[in-house]
């Protein structure tokens, strides 16, 4: 992965796991040259102790997040992200 396709790593408090988890902003966001939604947000450590319906961080379904997440690694592994 290049420098122009590097992804930005945060940290976000996630109340379901009551510790710092690492989210990033889907790297097309970049690419398209907008600001990012809640939509564009993915957490990098879904699934680790994800015990609800809903991301408590992004309040989206935790079937959604994880096809966000499935969708990022599949671009990565493509050389995509």
């Known amino acids: 992965?290049?420098?122009?396709?590097?992804?930005?790593?945060?940290?976000?408090?996630c109340a379901g796991c009551d510790r710092q988890v690492k989210v990033v902003v889907d790297p097309e966001v970049a690419k398209a040259g907008r600001e990012p939604t809640a939509?564009?947000?993915?957490?990098?450590e879904h699934g680790t102790a994800c015990t609800g319906q809903l991301c408590p961080i992004f309040g989206v379904p935790s079937e959604e997040m994880e096809r966000r997440y499935g969708s990022l690694l599949s671009r990565a592994r493509k050389g995509e992200a």
């Not at 122009?4 to 976000?12: D, F, G, R, V």
């Open 1 to 13: 992965m290049n420098e122009e396709n590097q992804m930005e790593i945060h940290l976000a408090y």
């Open 39 to 44: 939509a564009d947000l993915i957490c990098l």
